[in-house]
């Protein structure tokens, strides 16, 4: 039987500095603020004496936010500041030590660890050479100055390390490997300095904490009216402390919140300095000459890009819902409000009464219980679904905003809710209320009312401006979707939520103007009826009334283009008077410019018909050149009597040539005066 042996580590020595002290008083927690933004403001408080500090335990990965946000209040004491192990608190203890936190494993192993170093056991002295269990005991082997002695210690018998500065790091060693174990907390320590006697002390600290969760019953009436809202939040004690009685509040907000490593040693980086040796001499051999470069083209500047005019905004307009006068019968257990605090974006629900929940607990906990003004109606968000959803609009009547939550809808009691009575009705997501602001809730849908929808577009002329060889045509681009609602007996209001088509503008009721786009409201009689939602946009087609990349065509020359080729790129030719035609039979009657433009049609219809007749004599004076040279080639071939006869019928086709040529050139100069009183039309 091995018999158990004591080892004196650091005998009369002070307490481990490198621990917070153990005297300390831990004050109870207070009140604890839950933020939407995963925080929790912890207030501690209570007595403290003259010559006591102050400590607590937190959760490890808490410590950068104690370090960040720790506020301490001491109307009659000064603050000397805040102690806690390190983090890597094992690794720190036990760096220079000759061993480590293995060696603790056993009683043999941390002795061979020693091994060298000058101890006393068993009436002997000098320095620790092994050690190993035996049957009679622990045997250890020490070099003494007479030489290798063995001891064989007993039960009760003690090891002394003669080196105490080594005796205290290995305590603390000790002492740091059981802080170690429960690694997920750390001991904080504030450090104070007061004076007089006992004194009402408190500190603040912002930590992380789990999202305190809302979530809504909301009690609908059948028609209009009021709605009974309840808010429950889901709480969570994760701070390592049982709360309590404490003042519980819950704030919805959007702060700015930051994590730094402020618990995490950081070491910078340095730039290394080589150490300077003499440089290498290299050399480069010569190659011998090369021809120098050709010279490069200087790069083109990049085309510049002309931003698009942004499209005006509209102006949002709202339309508030009637508030109901009946209340619905109310037989739902009443609930404490809490009392709410509004400032700056922020508002904090202050629970009544205190709470108490245990550390690593859930709670669920009622903070709201109010009346709202309420009103049933159908919502369509998607022009494509085939039913609307049933949905309900609150109007915040209170003075403090409500939080995002999860809404349980539940039908109204009483005798107008029929089956409704009671029920469930359907989930629904509430998003943040201002006072004053509505919002409407969409629970389920409604098989019974039917919908279907279809969409158009066109583009209509709508006035005439002119500049020379250019018609401007003012256009309205028009898209219009059609809704077809079948209620099927059923009255209410039908809310139709549209998306925004840039650049367009509505011609239908905006009732207000959001993130869903634009609102629409209708009034449902129980018959089926249709809903029509049109847009506009202001628009030109500039239409050439010739290609003004031929030039001038009063400066043409019929004899150096091909006209056939270039039929359609003049003026009169064909497509041009057909679209003119065709603009001015779309063309309102009371358009601005329609004058100017049939005058411009009847002057491009005469235009064609001049440019018919070019075209006639054009043809005309091709066939007779195409004659004189068949006439020339004859004359050339013949010879005796049948020469002249050639000669004669050449001089025929020559003049019959010229003769074309001369009409062919009058009717052209025609045309061009044709296109000369276009021109001054436009």
């Given at each position: 039987?091995?018999?158990?042996?004591?080892?004196?580590?650091?005998?009369?020595?002070?307490?481990?500095?490198?621990?917070?002290?153990?005297?300390?008083?831990?004050?109870?927690?207070?009140?604890?603020?839950?933020?939407?933004?995963?925080?929790?403001?912890?207030?501690?408080?209570?007595?403290?004496?003259?010559?006591?500090?102050?400590?607590?335990?937190?959760?490890?990965?808490?410590v950068?936010?104690?370090?960040?946000?720790?506020?301490?209040r001491?109307?009659?004491?000064t603050?000397?500041?805040?102690?806690?192990?390190?983090?890597?608190?094992?690794?720190?203890?036990?760096?220079?030590?000759?061993?480590?936190?293995?060696?603790?494993?056993?009683?043999?192993?941390?002795?061979?660890?020693?091994?060298?170093?000058?101890?006393?056991?068993?009436?002997?002295?000098?320095?620790?050479?092994?050690?190993?269990?035996?049957?009679?005991?622990?045997?250890?082997?020490?070099l003494?100055?007479?030489?290798?002695r063995?001891?064989?210690?007993?039960?009760?018998?003690e090891?002394?390390l003669?080196?105490?500065?080594?005796?205290?790091?290995?305590?603390?060693?000790?002492?740091?490997?059981?802080?170690?174990?429960?690694a997920?907390?750390?001991?904080?320590?504030?450090?104070?300095?007061?004076?007089?006697?006992?004194?009402?002390?408190g500190?603040?600290y912002?930590?992380?904490?789990?999202?305190?969760?809302?979530?809504?019953?909301?009690?609908?009436?059948t028609?209009?009216?009021?709605?009974?809202?309840?808010?429950?939040?889901?709480?969570?004690?994760?701070?390592?402390?049982?709360?309590?009685?404490?003042?519980?509040?819950?704030?919805?907000?959007?702060?700015?919140?930051?994590?730094?490593?402020?618990?995490?040693?950081?070491?910078?980086a340095?730039?290394?300095?080589?150490?300077?040796?003499?440089?290498?001499?290299?050399?480069?051999?010569?190659?011998?000459?090369?021809?120098?470069?050709?010279?490069?083209?200087?790069?083109?500047p990049?085309?510049?890009?002309?931003?698009?005019?942004?499209?005006?905004?509209m102006?949002?307009?709202?339309?508030?819902p009637?508030?109901g006068?009946?209340?619905?019968?109310?037989?739902?257990?009443?609930?404490?409000?809490?009392?709410?605090?509004?400032?700056?974006g922020?508002?904090?629900?202050?629970?009544?009464?205190?709470?108490?929940?245990?550390?690593?607990?859930?709670?669920?906990?009622?903070?709201?219980?109010?009346?709202?003004?309420?009103?049933?109606?159908?919502?369509?968000?998607?022009?494509?679904?085939?039913?609307?959803?049933?949905?309900?609009?609150?109007?915040?009547?209170?003075?403090?905003?409500?939080?995002?939550?999860?809404?349980?809808?539940?039908?109204?009691?009483?005798?107008?809710?029929?089956?409704?009575?009671?029920?469930?009705?359907?989930?629904?997501?509430?998003?943040?209320?201002?006072?004053?602001?509505?919002?409407?809730?969409?629970?389920?849908?409604?098989r019974?009312?039917?919908?279907?929808?279809?969409?158009?577009?066109?583009?209509?002329?709508?006035?005439?401006?002119?500049?020379r060889?250019?018609?401007?045509?003012?256009?309205?681009?028009?898209?219009?979707?059609?809704?077809?609602?079948?209620?099927?007996?059923?009255?209410?209001?039908?809310?139709?939520?549209?998306?925004?088509?840039?650049?367009?503008?509505?011609?239908?009721?905006?009732?207000?103007?959001?993130?869903?786009?634009?609102?629409?409201?209708?009034?449902?009689?129980?018959s089926?009826?249709?809903?029509?939602?049109?847009?506009?946009?202001?628009?030109s087609?500039?239409?050439?009334?010739?290609?003004?990349?031929?030039?001038?065509?009063?400066?043409?020359?019929?004899?150096?283009?091909?006209?056939?080729?270039?039929?359609?790129?003049?003026p009169?030719?064909?497509?041009?008077?057909?679209?003119?035609?065709?603009?001015?039979?779309?063309?309102?009657?009371?358009?601005?410019?329609?004058?100017?433009?049939?005058?411009?049609?009847?002057?491009?219809q005469?235009?064609?018909?001049?440019?018919?007749?070019?075209?006639?004599?054009?043809?005309?004076?091709?066939?007779?050149?195409?004659?004189?040279?068949?006439?020339?080639?004859?004359?050339?071939?013949?010879?005796?009597?049948a020469?002249?006869?050639a000669?004669?019928?050449?001089?025929?086709?020559?003049?019959?040539?010229?003769?074309?040529?001369?009409?062919?050139?009058?009717?052209?100069?025609?045309?061009?005066?044709?296109?000369?009183?276009?021109?001054?039309?436009?």
């Amino acid at each position: 039987m091995r018999a158990p042996f004591k080892l004196y580590l650091a005998l009369g020595l002070p307490a481990m500095a490198l621990l917070p002290a153990a005297r300390g008083a831990e004050l109870p927690v207070r009140s604890v603020t839950l933020s939407n933004a995963g925080l929790m403001q912890v207030e501690r408080g209570g007595p403290l004496a003259a010559d006591e500090g102050i400590t607590f335990r937190a959760p490890a990965e808490d410590v950068d936010d104690v370090l960040k946000s720790l506020l301490v209040r001491d109307a009659a004491g000064t603050l000397e500041g805040l102690r806690l192990p390190a983090r890597d608190l094992e690794t720190e203890a036990f760096r220079g030590l000759p061993l480590r936190p293995a060696d603790f494993e056993s009683r043999i192993a941390l002795l061979k660890a020693l091994r060298g170093h000058l101890v006393e056991a068993g009436g002997a002295s000098g320095r620790l050479a092994d050690a190993e269990e035996s049957e009679a005991g622990l045997r250890l082997a020490v070099l003494t100055e007479a030489g290798l002695r063995t001891v064989v210690l007993r039960e009760g018998e003690e090891v002394r390390l003669a080196d105490q500065a080594l005796a205290a790091r290995l305590r603390r060693a000790a002492e740091a490997l059981a802080a170690a174990r429960t690694a997920d907390e750390r001991q904080v320590e504030i450090r104070l300095r007061g004076t007089g006697g006992t004194r009402e002390v408190g500190f603040t600290y912002v930590a992380s904490a789990p999202l305190w969760k809302p979530s809504w019953r909301l009690v609908v009436p059948t028609g209009e009216g009021e709605a009974r809202l309840l808010g429950w939040a889901v709480v969570e004690n994760r701070s390592g402390t049982d709360w309590e009685g404490v003042r519980l509040s819950l704030v919805s907000g959007n702060p700015a919140a930051y994590h730094q490593p402020l618990y995490e040693p950081i070491r910078v980086a340095r730039p290394e300095l080589p150490v300077r040796v003499a440089e290498r001499v290299q050399v480069q051999a010569d190659t011998g000459g090369r021809p120098p470069p050709p010279p490069m083209p200087a790069p083109a500047p990049p085309p510049m890009a002309m931003a698009a005019p942004m499209p005006a905004g509209m102006a949002a307009r709202s339309a508030a819902p009637q508030p109901g006068a009946a209340l619905f019968q109310q037989d739902i257990a009443a609930t404490p409000s809490a009392t709410a605090a509004s400032s700056a974006g922020r508002v904090a629900f202050t629970l009544p009464a205190p709470v108490s929940i245990r550390t690593g607990e859930t709670a669920n906990v009622p903070f709201v219980d109010v009346a709202l003004p309420a009103e049933r109606l159908w919502w369509v968000q998607d022009l494509a679904a085939r039913n609307p959803l049933n949905a309900v609009r609150l109007r915040n009547a209170g003075t403090s905003t409500l939080p995002d939550g999860l809404a349980t809808v539940y039908g109204a009691t009483g005798p107008a809710a029929g089956a409704e009575a009671g029920a469930f009705l359907g989930d629904a997501e509430l998003r943040a209320v201002a006072p004053g602001e509505a919002r409407i809730l969409a629970f389920a849908r409604d098989r019974d009312v039917q919908l279907s929808s279809a969409q158009a577009s066109n583009e209509r002329p709508v006035s005439i401006q002119t500049r020379r060889g250019v018609v401007l045509v003012g256009t309205v681009r028009s898209t219009e979707t059609a809704l077809a609602v079948d209620p099927r007996g059923a009255r209410g209001k039908l809310v139709v939520d549209l998306p925004r088509q840039p650049g367009m503008q509505p011609r239908f009721a905006v009732a207000s103007e959001g993130d869903f786009g634009l609102r629409h409201e209708a009034v449902l009689d129980g018959s089926a009826t249709t809903l029509r939602f049109g847009w506009e946009r202001q628009g030109s087609t500039e239409l050439p009334l010739w290609d003004a990349g031929l030039g001038d065509p009063t400066l043409l020359r019929w004899r150096e283009m091909d006209l056939e080729q270039s039929l359609r790129r003049l003026p009169g030719g064909p497509g041009t008077l057909e679209t003119l035609r065709t603009v001015l039979e779309r063309l309102p009657a009371d358009a601005a410019g329609r004058d100017k433009l049939a005058a411009l049609v009847a002057a491009m219809q005469q235009a064609r018909q001049m440019l018919d007749t070019a075209r006639t004599a054009i043809r005309q004076y091709a066939t007779a050149e195409a004659a004189l040279g068949r006439a020339r080639a004859a004359a050339e071939d013949r010879s005796g009597p049948a020469r002249e006869d050639a000669r004669r019928r050449l001089n025929e086709a020559s003049l019959a040539t010229e003769r074309a040529g001369t009409a062919a050139d009058t009717a052209w100069e025609a045309w061009q005066r044709g296109v000369q009183d276009l021109l001054a039309k436009t």
